[in-house]
């Protein structure tokens, strides 16, 4: 579970589609996490999702899981300034009690 | 419901010093809780994990004497840099486990801004 990769950084327009994307390493993760982070802020839990599934939609968030190549992206809808923030995914390992978190990405909504 | 508080928000403390960063749940009960580290633009690494009543396990690379942590009920648990250098600024998250279970969530607090001259 130590190696969870995200690109980097993301822009997009206002109004516009937001993906990001998240691969894991541990298949045997229950579920897995996003969280926003906001400058100079803690993290804040936006979804999360079992890993039996294969989508998961709530409001503007959409999570999609690859089970098979151990993949994680999270849609958001109509983009708005106050989305930009950090995206971290994390999968719990270590019997749940361990989270490891993606390297983040930074998502710049622009107006 | 389910809120970590941090405090201080932010501290600057001289080199040599050391600095207690304390974490809190608030309106729940948690018999686990994390400390992580998180570099600027960085991720968030975790350095040890706090069991209420017992020692705390530390992550590998993470110096247990370096970084004291305290689990003394099941909504406080401290983290003491002690001897701070400045090697040692960084942003500290805590987060708790809530003792109903729920799916493995855990709970942030909003981090502790540490700065060592």
């Known amino acids: 579970g130590e190696d969870v990769e995200q690109s980097l950084f993301l822009s997009v327009r206002e109004g516009d589609s937001s993906v990001i994307n998240c691969t894991y390493t541990d298949s045997s993760s229950t579920y897995l996490y996003w969280y926003k982070q906001e400058p100079g802020a803690g993290l804040q839990l936006l979804t999360y999702?079992?890993?039996?599934?294969d989508m998961k939609q709530d409001q503007r968030l959409t999570v999609l899981l690859n089970k098979k190549d151990k993949h994680l992206s999270l849609r958001i809808a109509d983009t708005q300034t106050g989305d930009s923030a950090i995206y971290f995914c994390a999968e719990p390992t270590g019997g749940g009690n361990q989270f490891y978190f993606g390297t983040g990405t930074s998502l710049t909504v622009i107006p | 419901g389910a809120v970590v508080s941090q405090h201080p928000s932010r501290v600057i403390c001289k080199s040599g010093t050391s600095v207690k960063i304390e974490c809190r749940s608030l309106d729940f009960q948690a018999t686990t809780m994390f400390w992580y580290r998180q570099f600027p633009k960085q991720s968030l690494m975790l350095m040890a994990t706090?069991?209420?009543?017992?020692?705390?396990?530390?992550e590998q690379g993470v110096e247990k004497d370096k970084f004291l942590i305290n689990h003394a009920s099941l909504t406080l648990s401290t983290l003491t840099v002690t001897s701070a250098h400045p090697e040692d600024s960084s942003f500290y998250i805590c987060?708790?486990?809530?003792?109903?279970?729920?799916?493995?969530?855990?709970?942030f607090g909003p981090g502790t801004r540490l700065t060592v001259l």
């Open positions: 999702i079992f890993s039996n599934m």
């Open positions: 987060s708790a486990r809530h003792l109903a279970g729920g799916p493995n969530e855990q709970f």
């Open positions: 706090s069991n209420e009543g017992s020692k705390a396990t530390y």
